[in-house]
């Protein structure tokens, strides 16, 4: 028996392996390394205490501030220049007025000239160090704003620390201080940026100051959606003014982060303290430029937001611009955006945005045993393209690759999103057996497609294909092996054992990876309008293809990670049962129903390949996770692995 060992990233035997690092309990890994008995441990113990995540209680973590940070708020240093800016910020935090929406500044020194106020008097009333002033009282829900014992104590307050010798209307301080946040506006690119953090994983809460004395009052409708926070806030539910020591520990323990992976965004410098006291890194900001400064904190941009994909920070999109001119038809001037799309193989694909026009590019990064050349997968997208098959027009290619370059081509762009639950909730009866129906259609007429018209050809059998298909997602397997996994090696066993020594199927063109995720869905026709990721397409044996597709039917819909439909009652739902799939496809390209004689094997076959790749997204999570805890996802993948192998055994006994 082996297991993984993440102090050394490979397989180690188990009693080997306990002493370092490794080992997984099903809902977390373990990586604390037993630095007595490593002998690399004494030169690395330092970085590998550093990496490793906190296994404390979430309280402990977010009552323990740093020490420069106790330090420089006892002695009265301004918390923003505090510390580093943590390596991995897992959340931010932001008051409303000031980083989000225009602050009543403009509005305050407007209002203190015209009733002849000294400037800065009112927000100075608003800052003094205290906790008793009638705007915090007001923020706590002690008073309401109508109250006169609220416009006298705030009077005072203007009195006593804005230094107002003048008789000044109230009202009018009281309207421009608390105006309300419907007529609140939005700085520009906010709602848009806040996409780009929530696509990172970053968690984010607001603060809204907020005052009433009834504590069952609603917030106010404010003018960004709620659902662009993990959490909002308000200052009088919790009883509590911004910049309150205990509202920023309800804040940490929502959020579920401790404060040092936290940077807290404010206008007003004197709310920091507290903030610093957590272990927060405080930014001070000014009127919208709250995306500017955010950026340079995160390391990467936040602009041009696109549904499924994160920053790219391995695009140089300068060397673009030449490709970009040559399709926009003159230079291309002001900002390119590129973002990532997460569901990748082979490529890394992008999204480009230049002058409002938007482009997707693919760049070959990673090698794959399975993957055809670049110039074998544009040669088939341009024949698929000129087949009815629903691809991407290639509209740029470069074949140019060095050390620093690698090649890529560039396609048109489609918006319409790809299938993410195979049940397309958003959709209705009629859509969903449409969207079906042209999955089957569209792969139909790329099977229909002779290979030479992509300039290929058939050099083996199915049988030969099918056998070399087994011994290419073994080889995957054992390399991305982290642990034993009993019904991979039964199923592999299997398979090479039954592969039939012929077929009626004959070898056409095929996709090579056809699932869910790869398929885009018109959202006005509820049709397929886009077929991605043909990394490994090429000459192979169609009905494989299919099969993968089909997999879906024997999948559990409550599996995680990857959801099928098996246990729902599909008529009611409108998706076509197994059979009504089966028979359209088979009727779509004239065959028979004799055709799937060895059904089981191929569906088999499909299983062992899904389960090999999700094996080898889990042992690239646990190669790139640097000694911290893995996302959920990532380990739900290692699950999910052994979970379809046994699916495929099970495969093995039935009958067609």
């Excluded at 704003?145 to 006593?160: G, H, M, N, Q, S």
Aim: glycine share 6%.
């Amino acid at each position: 028996m082996s297991r993984w060992c993440l102090y050394h990233r490979r397989l180690l035997p188990v009693a080997q392996a306990a002493r370092h690092s490794c080992s997984l309990d099903g809902s977390r890994l373990l990586t604390s390394p037993c630095y007595a008995t490593c002998p690399r441990a004494v030169t690395t113990c330092g970085r590998w205490q550093s990496n490793v995540a906190p296994t404390s209680s979430f309280r402990d973590g977010a009552d323990k501030a740093s020490a420069p940070a106790l330090a420089a708020a006892a002695a009265g240093v301004s918390p923003t220049r505090v510390g580093k800016v943590p390596s991995t910020v897992r959340g931010v935090i932001f008051t409303l007025r000031g980083p989000l929406l225009e602050s009543s500044q403009e509005d305050i020194r407007t209002m203190e000239g015209q009733q002849g106020m000294v400037r800065g008097a009112l927000v100075r009333a608003i800052e003094a160090d205290g906790t008793n002033t009638a705007y915090m009282r007001w923020q706590r829900g002690e008073v309401n704003a109508t109250d006169e014992v609220f416009i006298k104590a705030l009077r005072a307050d203007l009195r006593k620390h804005g230094h107002i010798q003048v008789d000044v209307d109230m009202q009018q301080v009281i309207q421009v201080l608390l105006r309300t946040y419907e007529h609140g506006i939005v700085y520009r690119g906010i709602v848009d940026w806040l996409k780009c953090l929530r696509a990172e994983g970053i968690k984010t809460a607001v603060l809204v100051d907020v005052g009433f004395k009834n504590d069952k009052q609603e917030i106010p409708q404010l003018p960004l959606g709620k659902d662009l926070f993990t959490t909002v806030l308000q200052t009088s539910r919790h009883g509590k003014a911004l910049g309150d020591y205990d509202l920023f520990r309800t804040a940490l323990r929502q959020l579920e982060l401790p404060g040092s992976d936290i940077v807290y965004m404010d206008p007003f410098r004197v709310r920091h303290r507290n903030a610093a006291r957590l272990g927060m890194h405080c930014v001070s900001v000014n009127r919208g430029n709250s995306a500017t400064v955010l950026s340079k904190v995160m390391g990467y941009k936040l602009e041009g937001f696109v549904p499924g994909t994160v920053a790219a920070r391995d695009v140089d999109v300068d060397k673009l611009r030449p490709h970009l001119s040559s399709l926009l038809g003159h230079e291309v001037q002001g900002t390119v955006i590129a973002r990532k799309y997460r569901q990748t193989t082979v490529n890394s694909v992008y999204c480009i945005l230049a002058e409002e026009k938007m482009f997707t590019l693919h760049v070959r990064k990673l090698d794959h045993p399975c993957a055809n050349s670049l110039a074998e997968e544009i040669r088939i997208l341009k024949a698929a393209h000129s087949h009815s098959v629903p691809v991407a027009e290639v509209l740029c290619v470069s074949n140019e690759s060095s050390e620093d370059e690698s090649p890529f081509y560039i396609t048109s762009h489609t918006e319409d999103e790809c299938i993410s639950d195979a049940t397309l909730p958003g959709s209705n009866t009629t859509g969903r057996k449409n969207v079906f129906e042209s999955i089957c259609q569209s792969l139909a007429y790329l099977h229909s497609m002779d290979p030479a018209t992509a300039g290929l050809s058939a050099t083996e059998d199915c049988s030969a294909y099918l056998r070399r298909q087994v011994e290419l997602w073994t080889s995957v397997y054992q390399k991305h092996k982290t642990h034993d996994i009993e019904a991979m090696e039964k199923l592999g066993s299997w398979l090479s054992s039954n592969i039939p020594s012929s077929t009626s199927a004959g070898m056409t063109l095929v996709h090579g990876n056809l699932r869910l995720g790869h398929v885009h869905v018109g959202e006005k026709k509820m049709e397929t309008s886009r077929i991605t990721q043909w990394e490994m397409a090429g000459v192979g044996d169609p009905l494989l293809d299919f099969a993968q597709f089909f997999l879906m039917y024997s999948i559990d819909h409550t599996l995680p990670v990857v959801k099928g439909l098996k246990g729902l009652h599909m008529p009611s739902l409108g998706i076509p049962t197994e059979d009504e799939c089966i028979k359209f496809y088979l009727d779509a390209r004239g065959l028979p129903q004799t055709s799937l004689t060895h059904w089981h094997m191929y569906l088999a076959l499909a299983f062992y390949r899904l389960a090999a790749h999700y094996q080898q997204l889990f042992h690239h999570a646990l190669m790139t996770c640097d000694g911290n805890l893995l996302d959920k996802e990532s380990i739900l993948a290692g699950r999910v692995a052994e979970h379809l192998a046994e699916q495929g055994n099970a495969i093995t006994s039935y009958t067609w």
